[in-house]
């Protein structure tokens, strides 16, 4: 495939390998936002093979992981609501809510359908008016776009038996908590490069000059990666703090401008809870009031929803790069994918079920890009 | 679901008043909404997510990147090998 095999050959990440062993003369400590970049690095090996001054910290940037508990035990109330077509993202049905997960409400006769984009949802709303279709409207920038179509092409259509569940989170916020909170080690950052394909890269310079950190508009391919490190540590050594990208085939710095008017037209920026970490300010987007009719928590009064999480799980550092996942005494033993206890050992872009999938029990070399 | 991939447009179509194209995922072809790029037209590459096309792959810049690679390996190389005859002699 055109794009991607190139961004994979071996013997240019071998150069790009070299060069980072080269210029590196200290220990740095580097976050990947997104779980797509996570999920790369453990694939690759990429992490193992670096030099041992550079540390790559997990970030939160997980849909999966970081929806928060009560949305997805609302979503398991309302999917189990005799009339309900519950639509979502397949990677949505095995997070453990407090008692169950997605995946058991459908064996329990819940109508729990997975689709792959959401506008297959509003085609369903439209084959069954007598029924209420509804969408698992989660993710970073990079879903929101089609999220909001969905909630559009619905309100074109005149349809009023479709809604949608909407719990969004936004990267830049996260970046901010992560800088503030007192235990914070990172000292430079990868930034999700499709999250920067829609809404740009202007988002971040307020973050490079605020807390004087590199930012770095970083791809997923292996060689993405490794340039992104790259250039984080040339900054790094050189006591520079810039927004840079090394993404640019994919990134433009003023980002979807078509894309950025639908969100601003039907979302607006709210207050979030995420999993595992808790509420960060003004970090999700929620449907406008004009769209309120389309809000699937308005539509279905879930009542009192008691959260219970796990009290193993330890995902909430895993989030906030305190904890490799490999370092959870339940890793691999009480929680596997097959029996994930936290949202991150669900979803591929989840670091826990990364560190599961690519044995991270096994050695460096065998493992991903040829040494 | 986050994880985009890219693709190459082969068709482009009208879906409700809705721009649409087929995308060829290495030999999938899927149905992918492309309102959000209202320029690409077909044989461009774009990557996708949740079917959705976020945004235009840019020949010219993955091109220049790679070329970037390629001298960054060079450049260290020479810098070996002229250390290597600065030892030597
Ligand atoms: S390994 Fe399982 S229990 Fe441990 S932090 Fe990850 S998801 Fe939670």
Redesign the pocket.
Known sequence: MKYLDEYRDPDLAQRLFAEIRRITTRPWAIMEVCGGQTHSIIRNGIDQLLPEAIELIHGPGCPVCVTPLEIIDKALAIASRPNVIFCSFGDMLRVPGSAKDLFRVKSEGGDVRVVYSPLDAVRLAQQHPDREVVFFGIGFETTAPANAMAVLQAHRLGLRNFSMLVSHVLVPPAISAIMESPTNRVQGFLAAGHVCSVMGTWQYRPLVERYHVPIVVTGFEPLDVLEGIRRVVLQLEAGRAELDNAYERAVRPEGNVAAQQVLSEVFEVTDRAWRGIGVIPQSGWRLRNAYRAYDAEARFAVGDIQTRE?P????G??LQGM?K??Q?????K??TPRT???????SSE???AA??QYGRFIKAEEVGVAR | MCLGIPGQVKEIYDMNGIRMGKVDFNGIVKDVCLAYLPDITVGDYTIVHVGFAITRLDEQSALETLALFQSIGLLDEELRSNAAEEEAA
């Open positions: 796990s193993i799980c330890r995902s550092e895993v904890l996942p490999n959870c005494p339940a890793f691999g009480e929680c994930p206890l936290g949202a991150t050992m669900v989840g670091a826990c560190y599961y």
